[in-house]
């Protein structure tokens, strides 16, 4: 079982920049893959990106591929997605998740364990 805390959200005007954190406790955090996934209200939850168990491969969703960076410190248990260029259409709650075992990649029923969210709004 793994445990996750977001943390880094908040208010930002169209163009800046935030930082999100994910930290996590429980399974070995070096054995699992990490994703980010939100959901605007009325939408479905939708994934952004995602990072292997070594930080060296990565996903991410089109909307957000030259914007955001995703990495993994795996010494901190801690993952980090940062996102420049913000647009008012990623306000959203971001959702932390960790790969179920053995899997991995863009859909989140490879994601077994989820975070409580952090919200993060763009204002025009």
């Known amino acids: 079982q793994v445990q996750l805390v977001e943390s880094g959200g908040g208010l930002v005007q169209a163009g800046g920049s935030l930082r999100l954190s994910c930290a996590a406790s429980?399974?070995?955090?070096?054995?699992?893959?990490v994703g980010w996934f939100r959901q605007a209200p009325g939408k479905e939850r939708q994934f952004v990106a995602s990072v292997a168990w070594s930080g060296g491969s990565t996903y991410y969703a089109d909307s957000v591929k030259g914007r955001f960076t995703i990495s993994r410190d795996n010494a901190k248990n801690t993952v980090h997605l940062q996102m420049n260029s913000l647009k008012p259409e990623d306000t959203a709650v971001y959702y932390c998740?960790?790969?179920?075992?053995?899997?991995?990649?863009?859909?989140?029923?490879?994601?077994?364990?989820w975070g409580q969210g952090t919200q993060v709004t763009v204002s025009s």
């Open positions: 998740a960790a790969a179920r075992e053995g899997r991995w990649g863009r859909s989140p029923t490879e994601f077994g364990s």
């Open positions: 429980g399974r070995t955090f070096s054995s699992y893959g």
